[in-house]
């Protein structure tokens, strides 16, 4: 595959990973607010498992593997600030996931640990991440 269509097919898999990144913490927000147990409560388990087993896990690992497949192709030099602080945005990303996942799983479990009001507040982490990932590669900064 030449580094066009890897290209295409790593943003095509960023955009799909984000959309779950920012619409599963949405869901969390409203989940959080419903009775367990209730009928309400089973929609959006299946919702959410749905979203992250069907999108969002594919997603991640073709945006990951997308993503070294074009370092390894542009044989990319990582003595890179601006490189750097991008796969530090992408960490991130893989940490939020990781803890999107937890959360899942507690929901699909029964749990209500946190408020609603703390789903909203998390929902802010991936747009932070996704503009220091946005401008570490377009503007390179301390390049």
């Given at each position: 595959?030449?580094?066009?269509?890897?290209?295409?097919?790593?943003?095509?898999?960023?955009?799909?990973?984000?959309?779950?990144?920012?619409?599963?913490?949405?869901?969390?927000?409203?989940?959080?607010?419903?009775?367990?147990?209730?009928?309400?409560?089973?929609?959006?388990?299946?919702?959410?498992?749905?979203?992250?087993?069907?999108?969002?896990?594919?997603?991640?690992?073709?945006?990951?593997?997308s993503g070294l497949g074009l370092l390894h192709i542009?044989?990319?030099?990582?003595?890179?600030?601006?490189?750097?602080?991008?796969?530090?945005?992408?960490?991130?990303?893989?940490?939020?996931?990781?803890?999107?996942?937890?959360?899942?799983?507690?929901?699909?479990?029964?749990?209500?640990?946190?408020?609603?009001?703390?789903?909203?507040?998390?929902?802010?982490?991936?747009?932070?991440?996704?503009?220091?990932?946005?401008?570490?590669?377009?503007?390179?900064?301390?390049?």
């Amino acid at each position: 595959m030449n580094y066009e269509w890897l290209k295409v097919v790593h943003l095509l898999a960023v955009i799909s990973w984000m959309a779950g990144l920012f619409y599963l913490p949405r869901l969390f927000v409203y989940h959080s607010e419903q009775k367990p147990g209730s009928a309400t409560d089973e929609t959006f388990k299946v919702m959410e498992r749905r979203l992250m087993k069907a999108i969002m896990r594919p997603a991640s690992v073709v945006t990951l593997l997308s993503g070294l497949g074009l370092l390894h192709i542009l044989a990319m030099p990582f003595d890179q600030t601006w490189l750097w602080l991008k796969l530090a945005g992408v960490l991130g990303l893989v940490m939020f996931h990781g803890v999107l996942e937890v959360f899942l799983a507690r929901f699909a479990r029964g749990e209500r640990k946190r408020t609603a009001r703390f789903f909203r507040i998390l929902n802010e982490v991936p747009t932070v991440l996704l503009v220091v990932i946005v401008i570490a590669v377009v503007v390179r900064p301390f390049s």
